[in-house]
Nanobody, 114 residues
Framework: QGPILESGGGLVKAGDSLRLSCEVA????????MAWWRQAPEKERELVAV???????TYDDSVKGRFAISTDNAKNTVYLQINALKPEDTAVYYC????????WGRGTQVTVSS
């Protein structure tokens, strides 16, 4: 077991919501930032959401207004709230530091049916 464990994915319908969790076996407040990536079938991994140590957030244009990244430093956990899911959000979702520094976890699969 590596230092990152993602969970919360599933098979959902378009328009549904999910909350992904990422447990990190490190003190996340040590890092400059934390982030979520996703990798769709036959595509490269892409960065979708970042939260800096001071709480500033940035999002890929494709998810702005629908995704929200947050952290619970006491639990060393990073969350990704995903609303209004679309079929094109189907991917394996990963979290890591930003820039990526820790060994990648297995990710959590999100599948959105139309």
């Amino acid at each position: 077991q590596g230092p990152i464990l993602e969970s919360g994915g599933g098979l959902v319908k378009a328009g549904d919501s999910l909350r992904l969790s990422c447990e990190v076996a490190r003190s996340i407040n040590r890092f400059k930032g934390m982030a979520w990536w996703r990798q769709a079938p036959e595509k490269e991994r892409e960065l979708v959401a970042v939260i800096t140590a001071d709480g500033a957030t940035t999002y890929d244009d494709s998810v702005k207004g629908r995704f929200a990244i947050s952290t619970d430093n006491a639990k060393n956990t990073v969350y990704l709230q995903i609303n209004a899911l679309k079929p094109e959000d189907t991917a394996v979702y990963y979290c890591n530091t930003q820039p990526a520094y820790l060994t990648w976890g297995r990710g959590t699969q999100v599948t959105v049916s139309s």
